[in-house]
């Protein structure tokens, strides 16, 4: 029996995948079934995909994606908690020809940040907002998020989010869906092979719509899971998802071309 | 030169922002400021410079946005008062944190909270010691008369972008309002977008082909790197506060009583030391034009020259005395005096100030 | 020459823009001008009024509290300034609508029928001028030729026909000024 080693193995010819070189090789600080690293690498695929490596300028949120810097290689601003929406407008109005993009999460977006997403929404910023919505503040370790479901456990809502008395979950998504700035809005996931394949085609209209200069907002929510701030195994985290996430937050387009989808 | 014009602090501000090459103003509506965005819509930069002008939802944002304007090297600049400058302390520290160039104009209003919309100068310690959190300084200027309100324009850009900081134009009220003679600059060409990439490498702008992106953060999780940032930080300012000190003296060559006064307080003491001198008082002005940094060393140099006294006044309750004392170091008197929340002290009530807190019995 | 006034009344009756004319003909005579406003939430039919400096030298202080001449347009504005003009100096009122006349005896009082003038004139807004040409008939500090000069800068192009109605406005308030105490 011959011996094959892993230098036969690693050649051109043989590969099948490979990262796109705008995922730095930095390992991700993501917990393993978390759908931040998969949004990450869409997100670069496209911006590699559209060839606009060097005309793309990034601002990263507070909250678990805060390193986002550290792993996607292009240009890129860290920016205060929720006030990214207000970095991106003023880069992109003074290099109207870059692509510019946030990548936010729902205490950021829809917490702190509502007034920055709702007016740069609102003005119609010529920007991309990619969103993701895990129900739960994961970085300060799993509190309770304006999109945390009713119901649901965190670390500031033990016994479940009592609407009555910490409000209802926020679905911002369909409120900015609502605004005549907003050109492209559809919520997307990536925790199946199918879903990862719908939400990259998501993502790159929405990059399109800004090269073809769209006169308006793409806002792409990602739901995800937190498996570690919802204390579950990442599949069961997945299967609760789909059980409650999606119901509240169904998956699809909400607003395509400037036009509400009946 | 240019034509003489008769025009507002704010107005004269807002011109010498267009002709400054400024690239984008973001602000929000507050008074006693109004008049800058207001003059900048009218004046629609945007079809003869290229400048954009931006009315944000609020001050928190329009600081962000120079955040992020200024991060990717163009001239940018917003304009408030108080209470907003206050909305835009986070903002500031990230600025600062990030080594960020940009401008910063505060048309002081009486305090604190909503306050009034007086004219005051109560704003100097959150100007000059850092409003928002972390170690960090502004460079500050302060004008005392509508032709400054234009001068500083330039001067605080140029500021900015060589030390790679926020730079603060500190007015109030008075200055704002009031209206005076005032010859501008000739105008400052914008950048084009090659300039700015080829001067300000750090600049997130599109990474350049072939090269590393650019990042910019005020964030380091690691404290030892975040230690080294700070020592930089404190290594540059250091660089500033030897090299960037600007004053004006006024008849100190052989006081021995000397008001030290910026903005309109400063152009009321003048007045003060006039009355002083007509008194046969030896009075001396000494005016900072740089509130940080702060003219310590003029103020030692005064004092080895034999003053016997200094009376800072400000409208305030004694923000800028602090400085002059640990400038004098305990040597001959030091005293504040100032009138609160609005009310403007007259030369009067300066000069006497002097005569009872300083000279004395 | 250093002339400080104060310019007071009703917001609504050209104070400040009396004030701006009064500081753009400075300039047109090469003097430093200053002009200070009362600034705030009284907009018309509040009170309002300012400071304007015109001198030979460079100006200190554009906030006062005495000045050389205080013109006064209503009891309010008597009330409060009266008193801050320097003893010499020179207050020039508007009678009408003042039911507390000036009581100092240390300086030089003059009065002009602005009110009622502008209304013979036939137009109300002429009122300022009137009162311009009344105080430079008293303080001649700034030439006819140059308060023209003055009033094509601070007024848009648009009401540059309404100049010849400002300068009747100030001749017949030259002519219709009234001495009431000259010390």
Redesign the interface.
């Known amino acids: 029996m011959s011996e094959i080693s892993i230098k036969d193995i690693i050649k051109p010819e043989n590969l099948v995948y490979q990262k796109t070189k705008l995922m730095t090789d930095k390992p991700l600080s993501y917990c393993p079934g978390c759908g931040h690293g998969t949004t990450h690498r869409l997100v670069m695929e496209v911006i590699e995909e559209l060839g606009k ?5 990034g ?2 949120p507070v909250g678990c994606s ?2 986002a ?1 550290e792993f996607m ?8 908690h929720g ?1 990214a929406p ?6 992109k ?3 109207p020809d ?1 692509v510019v993009f946030t990548y936010q999460g729902d205490g950021d977006l829809a917490a702190i940040g509502t ?2 997403t ?2 740069a929404c609102n003005r119609g910023e010529k920007i991309v907002i990619v969103f993701i919505n895990n129900g739960i503040y994961g970085m300060t370790g799993g509190q309770m998020a304006p999109t945390t479901l009713e119901g649901m456990k965190t670390s500031t809502t033990p016994y479940g989010r009592d609407a009555a008395l910490m409000g209802h979950p926020l679905k911002i998504t369909e409120l900015v869906a609502q605004l005549p700035g907003t050109y492209y809005v559809t919520r997307q996931s990536v925790h199946t092979p199918s879903a990862v394949r719908k939400a990259k085609r998501a993502i790159k209209k929405a990059f399109q719509n800004q090269l073809n200069d769209a006169p308006g907002l793409s806002f792409i929510e990602v739901v995800s899971n937190c498996n570690s701030g919802w204390k579950m195994t990442p599949v069961d985290a997945n299967h609760w998802m789909e059980e409650n996430m999606f119901p509240f937050y169904p998956i699809g387009d909400i607003k395509v071309d400037g036009e509400l989808v009946k | 030169m240019g034509e ?1 014009k ?1 025009m507002k602090g704010n107005e004269a501000l807002a011109e010498a922002i267009i002709r400054a090459g400024t ?2 103003y ?1 602000g929000y509506p507050i008074t ?1 400021q109004s008049e800058v965005m207001e003059y900048l819509t009218a004046a629609k930069p945007w079809e003869t410079t290229g400048m ?1 002008v ?1 009315q ?3 001050e ?3 600081i ?6 200024g ?2 090297g ?1 001239k ?1 600049v917003t304009s408030s008062s108080s209470p907003g400058i206050s909305l835009m302390q ?2 500031l520290s ?1 600025i600062a944190g ?1 080594e960020i160039p940009i401008l910063i104009v505060n048309v002081v209003r009486g305090g604190p909270g909503l306050g009034d ?2 004219p005051a100068q109560s704003d100097y310690f959150q100007a000059t010691k850092g409003g928002g959190h972390g170690d960090y300084r502004l460079i500050v200027l302060a004008p005392s008369s509508v032709q400054e309100m234009s001068d500083f324009v330039p001067m605080a850009y140029d500021l900015a972008f060589k030390y790679r900081m926020p730079a603060m134009i500190l007015s109030d ?2 200055i704002g ?5 005032v010859e501008f600059f000739e105008p400052i060409p914008r950048l084009t ?1 090659e300039e700015v990439k080829a001067r300000y490498p750090w600049a ?6 072939g090269g590393e ?7 380091d999780l690691d404290p030892s790197k975040m230690e080294q940032h700070n020592y930089d930080l404190q290594a540059k300012y250091r660089k500033i506060e030897e090299n960037e000190v600007r004053f004006e003296q006024i008849q100190c060559d052989d006081a021995e009583y000397v008001i030290v006064a910026y903005g ?1 307080s400063a ?6 030391v ?1 009355l002083l001198r007509e008194k046969g008082i030896k009075a001396g002005l000494l005016r900072p034009i740089t509130l940080w940094p702060f003219p310590t060393k003029k103020i030692d140099a005064l004092v080895k020259q034999g003053v016997k006294g200094f009376l800072s006044v400000e409208m305030s309750a004694g923000q800028m005395v602090e400085d002059v004392r640990l400038a004098v170091n305990g040597r001959v008197k030091v005293e504040h005096y100032g009138r609160l929340g609005g009310i ?1 002290h ?4 300066v000069a006497e100030a002097l005569e009872q807190k300083i000279i004395g019995e | 020459m250093t002339e400080e006034i104060i310019i007071a009344g009703f917001g609504g009756q050209g104070v400040l823009s009396m004030g ?1 004319i009064l ?2 003909s400075g ?1 047109m005579q090469d003097q ?6 009362s ?3 009284e907009m018309r039919g509040g009170t309002a009024n300012v400071t304007v400096i015109l001198s030979d030298e460079r ?8 000045y050389d001449t205080a013109i006064i347009l209503n009891q309010q504005s008597m009330d409060k300034f009266e008193e801050t003009v320097k003893s010499g100096g020179t207050l020039l009122y508007d009678p009408n609508g003042i039911t507390r006349f000036p009581s100092r005896k240390d300086i030089n009082i003059y009065k002009v029928e602005g009110a009622k003038k502008a209304a013979e004139m036939g137009n109300t807004k002429t009122f300022n001028m009137i009162v311009l040409g009344a105080y430079l008939k008293i303080k001649p500090i700034v030439k006819l030729e140059n308060v023209v000069k003055g009033l094509k ?2 007024l848009p192009e648009r009401h540059h026909k309404l100049i010849p109605l400002n300068e009747d406005a100030i001749n017949l308030g030259m002519k219709s000024v009234e001495t009431v105490q000259k010390i």
């Open positions: 490596e060097n005309d793309t300028i601002v990263a805060v390193l810097y290689n292009v240009d890129m601003q860290e920016a205060a006030r207000a970095l991106a407008t003023a880069i109005r003074l290099w870059k007034a920055e709702i007016h | 003489l008769l690239d984008g973001f006693p954009v931006l944000a939802e609020s928190v944002a329009s962000n946005m120079l955040y992020g304007g991060g990717t163009k940018v986070e903002g990230y990030a919309i007086q009220g008075a309002q009031m209206m005076e003679k977008d997130t702008n599109g990474k350049p082909k992106r650019r990042i910019l953060t005020s964030l309109s152009r009321i003491s003048l007045k003060s006039k403007i007259s030369p009067e009530e | 701006k500081a753009y300039i430093e001008v200053s002009w200070m406003p600034y705030g939430p100006i200190s202080s554009p906030i006062l509290r005495a800068k601070s």
